[in-house]
């Protein structure tokens, strides 16, 4: 059970290996993009060009698809990013229980934006998590895990694209213990539990009056989605990209541009420190390098974002 491109690396190692994978369940095709098209899930286009039978049910719960889950019989069920919560009639169904490929290291950063939250909240390091599913929230028995560096310059979008390859690995891994009957599921220390709810638009707001390493770490965070803004002269103004200048200067009232950088971009001052807005995207436009914006728009210093 999967459904987007995180999902894709654990499925494909299932296709190649020397298991039977029965089916695969994943979302409806949905309406999406400026087209508003219909478009299938990445797990279900790799699921059909392998020739695995696939279901897409609008809810998983329901009767008629745990009538199939119990007449296939699985030994076990791997959900990788499913995007909808099992209910305990069909945790029960697999013999060897239902597996679940989590963006963290658990206890920490339990629900539905592990990625963006660690970043944001400035950790060094995360990870994947096997974990046998219960009928909580991520609450489930450890299996295996394991760790990545967080970059500097790491966003969300480079940092899923790591996790997305490890947790294929670690999912190997666990297969493979498992069949050999050498792993030990592990106790979650729920003391130790944090939590990363799922991100609104409204997330993206960057607040002057933080610090300015808390502010580079919204902006990769939220990158690519969904995506940090600031507003200027009552426009909003997207930005893309930032690097911490100086971690401790105090300069101006937080939010003022203090100064241009040549071809690089635009020093702003936080509640500490000053960071460099070096790519933003205004209305309607393209993402540009903010030195090419301060050429185009009207952009002061003095002035204050928002």
Request: aromatic residues 6%; neutral net charge; charged residues 25%.
């Amino acid at each position: 059970m999967g459904t987007p491109d995180f999902a894709v690396p654990s499925l494909e190692f299932l296709i190649y290996s020397s298991h039977d994978l029965l089916c695969v369940i994943t979302q409806p095709d949905r309406v999406r993009g400026r087209g508003r098209k219909k478009m299938s899930p990445p797990v279900k286009v790799t699921a059909l060009e392998a020739g695995i039978k696939v279901l897409q049910p609008e809810k998983v719960n329901d009767e008629e698809v745990i009538n199939i889950l119990n007449e296939l019989e699985p030994d076990i069920i791997i959900v990788v990013a499913y995007g909808q919560i099992l209910s305990e009639n069909i945790l029960s169904i697999p013999k060897k229980g239902c597996i679940n490929v989590h963006a963290s290291l658990l206890p920490k950063y339990r629900g539905a934006a592990p990625i963006q939250w660690a970043i944001i909240n400035g950790e060094k390091e995360t990870g994947i998590t096997t974990m046998l599913m219960d009928k909580g929230m991520d609450t489930g028995d450890i299996l295996l895990q394991g760790k990545v560096e967080i970059l500097p310059g790491e966003t969300a979008g480079s940092l899923h694209d790591k996790l997305s390859i490890l947790g294929a690995n670690i999912l190997k891994q666990t297969i493979e213990q498992i069949e050999h009957g050498g792993l030990k599921p592990i106790k979650q220390d729920h003391t130790k539990a944090t939590y990363a709810p799922m991100l609104k638009k409204t997330d993206g707001l960057i607040k002057w009056d933080k610090e300015a390493d808390d502010i580079h770490n919204l902006v990769r965070g939220t990158n690519p989605w969904p995506g940090s803004y600031t507003f200027l002269n009552r426009r909003q103004l997207k930005i893309h990209k930032t690097e911490v200048y100086d971690s401790n200067a105090c300069k101006g009232e937080p939010g003022q541009i203090l100064s241009f950088e040549k071809d690089k971009g635009i020093l702003v001052s936080c509640k500490r420190g000053v960071i460099l807005i070096s790519s933003v995207q205004p209305p309607g436009k393209r993402e540009m390098n903010a030195w090419d914006y301060v050429l185009g728009y009207p952009v002061n210093i003095g002035s204050n974002f928002s």
